[in-house]
């Protein structure tokens, strides 16, 4: 559905560019193959909710019983509003940080929600609020992987996790202020290859069955994130049957060092909404530069989506599809740079991990044709921004009957300033 250019053209008619396009079936089915991954005794799947946090899509994991890995204060709120539970009993909302900031040290405490500790000064703050209960230790356990190194999260260069060669400090500073260890918890990096996500995984069950007897009351291990989409191969399937595999047999590991049954956690983000959403753009003009001894020329494909909207190309120089809507499969090409309206040369959509231009093949488009820019459901409206000024753009959510809801509006001046004050302190 999230192809056909009549619907899309309607959407922007009614709700104007840019704007977020999710396919509530493409969600569905995500969700789907996760329930059938983690279908077998002992096996729990969360949702990275940092990957998009929208209140419509936690509704969508509530509904399945996908428990919710939340990283501020506000995102436990979030899914706490949206309909998940609160308290330990099980640990549906977990927080993950490093830092207690904000209020995140409150809302932990206020709704008895599971604190998983990426720092040992972590333990101090719990300690000085009162806390006595379980807590969850998230571990550097010394390897990790990512799809570029800003998302590879295990190893000495990592901020992320207790080393795992200071468990025993941390178990020693738990147990002085009467917490139990209750779940051990490793998220090794976002977006690796396939087959390295299964070699790492399999490699961190091991360390989690050699690290087990330091920790009595242990009832659950997670295993993090970091199920790889394939942007470039969007419809590609995973080689899930052996993820499912490895989940068992790292469950029955782990169990057997415990000597009693674990839950194994999952908390994937990205899996379940990269595919979902398409950003759309309206092309605003086409121009040209031409080769001089500073470079080749380029057609810039003026577009009115930039990297306010969706980060990941200038970030991290990821690559996103992107298609003419409405212009067929076979018609020429030509090499086209797709930028957009930021006051910085970087806000190009078509860009490498080097930050140089890497014109895609497009058929050429004209001004007020429609640009879809593909599986920008994770980390796309969750990192939008209003650097410029620009509000963020509006999400609308679309169900397999064709009926729309705009989920979030187009921000506006007053929500930009709403936070501006004139106090004295
Ligand atoms: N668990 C923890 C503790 C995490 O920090 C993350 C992602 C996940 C789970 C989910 O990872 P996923 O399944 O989505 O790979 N902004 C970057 C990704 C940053 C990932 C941050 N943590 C991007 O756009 O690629």
Known sequence: ????????????????TPYWFYDAAVIRQRIANIR??????GLQARFAMKACPATRILQEMAANNIW?????????????????????????VCYTADVFRDNALQVVLENGILPNIGSPGMIRDLAEAGYKGRISIRVNPGFGHGHVNACDTGGPSSKHGIWFKDLDKTVALATKHGMKISMLHAHIGSGPQFQELLDNLDKLAGLYAELIPMFPDIEAVSLGGGIPHNYRVPTATQPLDKLRELFIRARQRVSAAASRPLRLEIEPGRYYVAPACTLVTSVTDVKQTTANEKGDGATFAMVDAGFVDLVRPAMYGSWHGISVV??????????????????????????DETELLQPRPLPRPEVGDLLAIRDAGAYGYAMSSNYNSIGRAPQVWVEPDGSRTLISRRETLEDILKAETEQAI
């Open 68 to 92: 919710i890995d939340a990283v501020s204060g506000n995102e436990v709120l979030r899914a706490l509003r949206a309909g998940h539970a609160k308290g330990q009993e099980p640990p549906v």
């Open 36 to 41: 059938e991954l983690t279908n077998a005794e």
């Open 326 to 351: 409405g212009k067929p499969e076979d018609v020429p090409t030509e090499p086209i740079v797709v930028a957009g309206p930021l006051c910085e040369s970087g806000d190009v959509f078509t860009r």
């Open 1 to 16: 559905m999230s192809s056909d250019p009549a619907i899309l053209r309607s959407i922007a008619t009614a709700v104007g």
